[in-house]
């Protein structure tokens, strides 16, 4: 194992304390030694890092590399942005655990998220799961939560109903399971069909086996657009009632008759945390949005999956009530103007990913919600969109608050969403530096030392003796995004060195 020096280094040490001047010494996986001076004598390597600023590695709080991690264990796109922990299972979606007759289901309602594998999932518990991922060796550490909607896929199927008491019951014991195995926590995707069709009484009575554990809930809630206030007093609900630790996931309000309103969220979440509960938020810092085309169409149409959803396509009059709501909900994403589809299934339709649905639909010759309709049918569920629908003063002003933290939700695509490979410079760069919503020490503190404490991760998130040597060395007159919607795996700018456990990945 080497020893590596860096000397002279600005260190922020993730507490949101000032900098000092200083040298770090790293011995294998861990942080041996902090001091202002250090003989160089006896390191393996020396690293100059004068000018420049040393930060404990970043630690992303939303991700979708549940597969990347298997196909592309370098993770360049985690890597050259800081990234040193991802956190993987989220919006209700996991991976596992599994049954044989689910793999193919399981997979369809993963492709939108996590993209697809090129043979069917080989795992089936949870533990499987991480020993799979864990044995590809990623560049970068991770960690999982389990899905709600993968845990009622497993007990009730795609079933738009409540669950009876024995179902109930084993989807308790199937995640108590999954936490014995590992899993940080449990996650939530209230848009997600089959997540979607669990009513409060059934997310408290999870979120007491959650909070049996210590572990951490996180919510993709049921609205992000009109009903955003009532979707927060549920989650109030959910906190009050199973005392669990509670994040939402990336909170913004979502359409222009909804902006302004995180004012009021933000109010909610302020007084919730006086109160003595740990309901916290994560934001990827952008103005659109990125999830599956398929939410343009209602949970209802879901029922029984896939198939369900194919099946209603070809009943004229489902389709007629299928359309009519799909073409309100793209109204209320800001119309077809403002998606923009990342990727696609097929090479047929491979010319679609980095064009807006407006062109897309007058080449197709179709109506924008029948063009939605068409491709979903033609591409099934795997069709990923860019939603331009965020006010960037909501996003500034959500980012200045105390309980928040940073996410990529990065799903890579043909034409990904940006925030997969340059979030985290961006809100270094962009917002702190250049905006200036808060000290760098303290943005320093929400993406390292916050979601450590979140996700219980005791052994990284600070710069102390003793510690993981999880680091970011960077510039912080120079750190930014550089890529686009059009160009969006372009690197960011700035980050000079990267190590994971000791080990040089950048």
Known sequence: MSRILIQNANIYDGTGGKPFRGCVCIDGAKIEKISRDMDTRGADEVVEAEGL??????????????????????????????ITTECLGQDGSSVAPLTDDLVQELADNMAPLAGILDSPYPWRSFKEYMAAA????????????????????????????????????????LLAQCMEEGAKGLSLGLIYPPG??????????????????????????????????????????????????????????????????????????????????????????????????????????????????????LDPAAYQQILGETREEIVVRGGAEAILIASVATREYAWMAGKRMDEISARLNMEVGEAVLHILQHEGPAVTAIYFSIAEEDVAFVMRSPWHCVCTDGIIGAKPHPRAFASFPRFLGAYVREKGVMPLEEAIRHITSEPARRLRLWDRGLIREGMDADLVLFDPETIRDVNSYLEPELPPVGIKKVWVLGQERL
């Open 53 to 82: 600023a040393l930060s404990p590695g970043f630690i992303n709080t939303h991700s979708h590399m549940e597969l990347e991690i298997i196909k592309h264990p370098a993770m360049r796109s985690v890597i050259e942005q800081g």
């Open 196 to 313: 979607s069709y669990a009513n409060t009484r059934e997310l408290i009575e999870m979120a007491r086996v959650v909070a049996q554990y210590d572990g951490i809930m996180m919510v993709h809630m049921r609205s992000e657009k009109g009903e955003l206030l009532e979707s927060v007093d549920e989650m109030e609900q959910i906190v009050r009632a199973s005392g669990v630790r509670l994040q939402i996931s990336h909170h913004k309000a979502l359409g222009k008759p909804n902006w302004g309103k995180v004012r009021q969220s933000m109010a909610k979440i302020d007084a919730l945390q006086a109160a003595g509960f740990d309901l916290t938020f994560d934001q990827y810092p952008w103005t659109a949005a990125c999830t599956g085309l398929k939410v343009c169409c209602p949970g209802w149409a879901y029922e029984g999956g896939e198939q369900g959803f194919q099946h209603r396509l």
């Open 134 to 173: 864990s044995a590809a060796n990623p560049a970068a550490r991770f960690v999982s939560l389990v899905g709600h909607g993968t845990i009622r896929m497993n007990v009730m199927g795609n079933d738009n109903r409540e669950p009876t008491p024995k179902e109930r019951e084993r989807m308790q014991s």
